[in-house]
């Protein structure tokens, strides 16, 4: 029974996709459910599984071409794939066919001179190796010494002083969306970005001393620092209204939501999961949210869904050991929030020097919609909660 493969059925905002990936070749013996094909859109790597035990009969579609929500992109013949191996084997033995006949004169003549018989023509009946032919093969000196010009000629090209490697591969059309949507908030953005420091020291204390209680009591949740600054970040965009909006034409919209995207790294590229509705979780409900996009965006798992919308962004370049830098935007989303590497800094508290870890905070901003004054207030809003916590759960 022939089965069409279709393309996936994409969300209205994805207009289509590229074949990225091949799994399974025509007549390769496939399982139920086994991948076959990944199929890349602007924002997340589709898989598309064997619908039944059998064998990819015809591909419509090869690596690289665009295809269309439900588009037909292979054939797939049901309880093909067990025949098609052992459909193979003959084939495969038809090579083993017998080399040409050897006079017994000329075998011997051939190996008092060294030769092989396999080389030599045969000149006699069926192609039949006789001593004449052993003879002339004897007669040709420059047979022999033609072996080392060849050796050399594939050593020549082996390093030439100054040369460089080059590889050139098609950008991936997530690394192609990912360019495209940063081009489009540098350009049409009025992009600013303010920076202030935090102290880490309260956070660290809170979460050395309940880390173990809180993994116990929430069934090996750990407590990391992304879930205090997703709190703080909410609690701040209520605060600051503004900072929480977007703008759609000549219209300010303003959410009465809290949807945080988180930035996770993959090694197709960046992509930003939401954390919907924010505001009703507790930190284990987004530490948990933040591990599940993290393990799922490893493995090409996580659904457009889950990548579109959000109205505040959190990125950690920290984890890479990034010190400072300027985030940017997530259209259409009106600021970006930057994380960085917690280090050990002297600073200055009540009259003396104290060694404290400190990490700058970054907020880019989209200054059309975004006062330079609300951005700092936004920021000095989470620098004071990660630096005295309790203002989260008293609402100071």
């Given at each position: 029974?022939?089965?069409?493969?279709?393309?996936?059925?994409?969300?209205?905002?994805?207009?289509?996709?590229?074949?990225?990936?091949?799994?399974?070749?025509?007549?390769?013996?496939?399982?139920?459910?086994?991948?076959?094909?990944?199929?890349?859109?602007?924002?997340?790597?589709?898989?598309?599984?064997?619908?039944?035990?059998?064998?990819?009969?015809?591909?419509?579609?090869?690596?690289?071409?665009?295809?269309?929500?439900?588009?037909?992109?292979?054939?797939?013949?049901?309880?093909?794939?067990?025949?098609?191996?052992?459909?193979?084997?003959?084939?495969?033995?038809?090579?083993?066919?017998?080399?040409?006949?050897?006079?017994?004169?000329?075998?011997?003549?051939?190996?008092?001179?060294?030769?092989?018989?396999?080389?030599?023509?045969?000149?006699?009946?069926?192609?039949?190796?006789?001593?004449?032919?052993?003879?002339?093969?004897?007669?040709?000196?420059?047979?022999?010494?033609?072996?080392?010009?060849?050796?050399?000629?594939?050593?020549?090209?082996?390093?030439?002083?100054?040369?460089?490697?080059?590889?050139?591969?098609?950008?991936?059309?997530?690394?192609?969306?990912?360019?495209?949507?940063?081009?489009?908030?540098?350009?049409?953005?009025?992009?600013?970005?303010?920076?202030?420091?935090?102290?880490?020291?309260?956070?660290?204390?809170?979460?050395?001393?309940?880390?173990?209680?809180?993994?116990?009591?929430?069934?090996?949740?750990?407590?990391?620092?992304m879930s205090f600054f997703v709190k703080a970040a909410v609690e701040a965009l209520r605060r600051i209204p503004a900072v929480n909006a977007s703008i759609d034409g000549n219209d300010i919209v303003y959410h009465g939501y809290q949807d945080i995207g988180v930035a996770v790294s993959t090694e197709k590229g960046l992509?930003?999961?939401?954390?919907?509705?924010?505001?009703?979780?507790?930190?284990?409900?987004?530490?948990?949210?933040?591990?599940?996009?993290?393990?799922?965006?490893?493995?090409?798992?996580?659904?457009?869904?889950?990548?579109?919308?959000?109205?505040?962004?959190?990125?950690?370049?920290?984890?890479?050991?990034?010190?400072?830098?300027?985030?940017?935007?997530?259209?259409?989303?009106?600021?970006?929030?930057?994380?960085?590497?917690?280090?050990?800094?002297?600073?200055?508290?009540?009259?003396?020097?104290?060694?404290?870890?400190m990490m700058y905070l970054a907020l880019s901003y989209d200054h059309r919609l975004i006062d330079g004054k609300e951005a700092v207030q936004f920021l000095v809003a989470i620098k004071d909660m990660i630096e005295d916590p309790a203002r989260i759960l008293l609402d100071i």
């Amino acid at each position: 029974m022939t089965i069409e493969i279709k393309a996936p059925t994409f969300p209205e905002s994805v207009q289509d996709g590229t074949v990225a990936t091949w799994h399974k070749k025509p007549g390769e013996a496939v399982s139920r459910d086994e991948l076959i094909v990944d199929i890349e859109t602007d924002k997340v790597v589709l898989e598309v599984v064997a619908p039944a035990d059998g064998s990819i009969s015809e591909i419509l579609k090869q690596q690289g071409d665009v295809v269309l929500s439900n588009e037909v992109i292979a054939y797939f013949v049901a309880g093909a794939g067990a025949a098609a191996a052992p459909a193979a084997a003959p084939a495969a033995a038809a090579p083993a066919s017998a080399s040409a006949p050897v006079n017994p004169a000329a075998k011997k003549l051939a190996a008092e001179k060294g030769l092989d018989t396999a080389s030599i023509a045969g000149s006699g009946k069926d192609g039949r190796v006789l001593k004449e032919d052993v003879l002339a093969a004897s007669a040709k000196p420059a047979a022999a010494p033609a072996a080392k010009p060849a050796a050399a000629a594939v050593a020549a090209p082996v390093v030439a002083e100054g040369y460089r490697i080059e590889k050139r591969v098609p950008m991936t059309r997530l690394r192609s969306r990912i360019a495209e949507r940063l081009m489009d908030a540098a350009q049409n953005t009025a992009m600013l970005t303010t920076f202030n420091e935090v102290n880490m020291g309260p956070v660290m204390a809170l979460r050395n001393k309940y880390k173990d209680q809180f993994e116990k009591a929430h069934k090996g949740t750990r407590l990391g620092f992304m879930s205090f600054f997703v709190k703080a970040a909410v609690e701040a965009l209520r605060r600051i209204p503004a900072v929480n909006a977007s703008i759609d034409g000549n219209d300010i919209v303003y959410h009465g939501y809290q949807d945080i995207g988180v930035a996770v790294s993959t090694e197709k590229g960046l992509v930003v999961p939401v954390l919907r509705n924010a505001e009703h979780m507790g930190l284990a409900d987004i530490e948990n949210g933040i591990r599940d996009f993290g393990l799922r965006a490893r493995d090409g798992k996580l659904g457009i869904e889950e990548m579109t919308g959000g109205t505040f962004t959190i990125t950690n370049g920290g984890v890479f050991g990034s010190l400072m830098s300027t985030p940017i935007l997530n259209p259409p989303q009106a600021a970006i929030l930057g994380m960085h590497k917690i280090q050990e800094r002297p600073m200055a508290v009540n009259g003396k020097v104290e060694i404290l870890p400190m990490m700058y905070l970054a907020l880019s901003y989209d200054h059309r919609l975004i006062d330079g004054k609300e951005a700092v207030q936004f920021l000095v809003a989470i620098k004071d909660m990660i630096e005295d916590p309790a203002r989260i759960l008293l609402d100071i």
